[in-house]
């Protein structure tokens, strides 16, 4: 006699960090939902705008005016780093979905074409996997006179539907091969409706992991651009944040640490989150 | 090996074809971008002329493809009358010190920390230190160099600048340990999975049943074993390497073709900064192809 399979706890929101799946769930998604919410409050009802100079408060500590102290020009660094986290954030989920889309269809359809096909996709992958996508950036970027978001957006999303090709690649060769898509072949069914209804939902439970680990690495690749210059015009990004932190280590290192541990926790609250996609 | 340098060669194309795409046609005119808003019509269209981009594409393109294969990309625009070819070889230098360093000194900590955590030497320790590699991988350089640069050079002044001129050799060492931290903690994960594969095979178990210690039985008998994979990971986290290399060398203002490729850009270089472009492509893709050879020399399963 096989054992039940877990219920998800019933309840309101109150159980949702209860016990057994859901509660894995909720902590895995709690530390980016927090710090969305916060970011989103602080964009939203603060009275700071995190591009407005103050020069008297340049480079001031934190205090109770302001919690993460002033940075380059006395510009506040709670709003800059909510905008710029928010702003990163909404990037990287957009460019790391547009990648699902594209590239999950793109490598389950060549696995199942074979032939040149497959291994056209399969290569494409490879070459672009391999390289270094920051290289592949500076090139494009070098062609921009100013960078804005949608810039960075169209750079990334040049190799940001990579992996998930290769996944579905990997996975749909298995799945090719499975007794449920003889069967339904046999049945008559068209490939389109084998493909859409059989194949792509067997795909989704492995391909969506990868979707919290593509939006981490877009955050520190957003930053990376531009702490070295290639980033948003508007200079409204994390990386500006640690520039401004390396060039007044000496006489301000609260900035440095802001900018440092701004990259880090949001980069890590996005693999967190990418934990409860395996559940 | 044949299919591999074409399969080098074919990377090296492409990347320096989608360097000539996206400086050419992508909206916005490069001479504009060189000399800015208040050039003249004259001085435009003359730095066109010497550009030639005032000729269809398919010729540049030609001239392009004639330029990579003698490494000839013309002179500097920001110092006249020196090859862009010979700036990228001078940055070359540094850039080559600080990876190699680098790929030497995150090979060995990430080696000994498989070895370590596999071993018996730390007893129940061992599941702390496999969270521990999972952690440093997963945290970006960018945000930890800063960080440990303050710390270590600035606060406590137990290390130079790694960006200090007279900072010499330490500096080097302590730029290159910076970039060996997140290689260290790949290797030392794909590491320690590659040798928990192999820790109950006969072929240990007869070492250590001749009396061999368990230092003996890792270090000569598991790690060669292993290799592939071990090897396998450096090679493919040498792109994240070179990435990080460009990030190190802003952030220290070291020279090294990650500044030449910033600055370029900066001052629209468009020479220098196809050629570096290129330059780092092939460092990476020689870099792959000694991973492959090394993999090969010390698998004989590989070559067959």
Known sequence: MSAAPPRAPEGGTGRWLGTGRWSGLGWSLLPLGAIFAVAAAVALFGSRSPTRLDPVLAWTSPSLERPFGSGEGGVDLLALTAHAELRGMVLAVAVALFGFVVGTPLGAAAAFARGRFERGVARTCDLLQAFPTFLLALVVLSAVRAPTRWHLGIVFALTAWAPFARLALAQSRVLRAAAFIDASIALGQSPVRVFWYHVLPNLLGVVKVQLGSTAASLIVSEAALAFVGFGPHDGVSLGNVLDQGVASMLRAPHVLAVGALSVFVTSASMLVAARAQKR | ?304
């Open chain 2, 1 to 304: 090996m044949a299919w591999s340098t074409a399969e080098a060669a074919l990377v090296l194309l492409v990347l320096a074809s989608l360097v000539f795409v996206a400086l050419r046609t992508l909206p916005g005119d490069p001479a504009a971008l060189i000399l800015g808003d208040q050039a003249s019509a004259e001085e435009l269209a003359a730095l066109r002329a010497r550009l030639g981009f005032d000729r269809p594409l398919y010729v540049q393109y030609a001239h392009f493809l004639r330029g990579l294969l003698s490494l000839d990309f013309g002179d500097s625009l920001r110092r006249p009358g020196v090859r862009a070819g010979a700036r990228v070889l001078e940055a070359l230098g540094p850039t080559g010190e600080l990876a190699a360093l680098a790929v030497a000194m995150g090979s060995v900590l990430g080696v000994t920390g498989a070895v370590l955590a596999v071993g018996p030497w730390l007893g129940t320790a061992r599941r702390f230190v496999e969270r521990a590699f999972v952690a440093v991988a997963a945290t970006p350089l960018l945000a930890f160099a800063p960080l440990l640069t303050y710390v270590l050079a600035v606060k406590w002044r137990l290390l130079p600048l790694p960006g200090d001129p007279d900072a010499g050799f330490l500096g080097l060492l302590f730029a290159s340990g910076l970039l060996a931290i997140p290689l260290s903690a790949h290797v030392a994960r794909i590491g320690r999975v590659a040798l928990l594969e192999v820790s109950g095979a006969p072929f240990l178990t007869v070492v250590r049943a001749k009396g061999g210690s368990f230092a003996r039985t890792w270090y000569l008998h598991g790690l060669p074993a292993t290799a592939g994979p071990i090897v396998t990971t450096i090679g493919t986290q040498l792109g994240a390497l070179l990435g990080g290399a460009v990030v190190l060398e802003r952030l220290f203002e070291r020279p090294g073709l990650g500044t030449l490729i910033l600055e370029s850009y900066a001052s629209r270089d468009l020479p220098v900064l196809e050629a570096s472009v290129v330059a780092a492509g092939a460092l990476f893709v020689l870099t792959q192809a000694i991973a492959g050879a090394v993999h090969a020399a010390i698998d004989p399963r590989v070559r067959s």
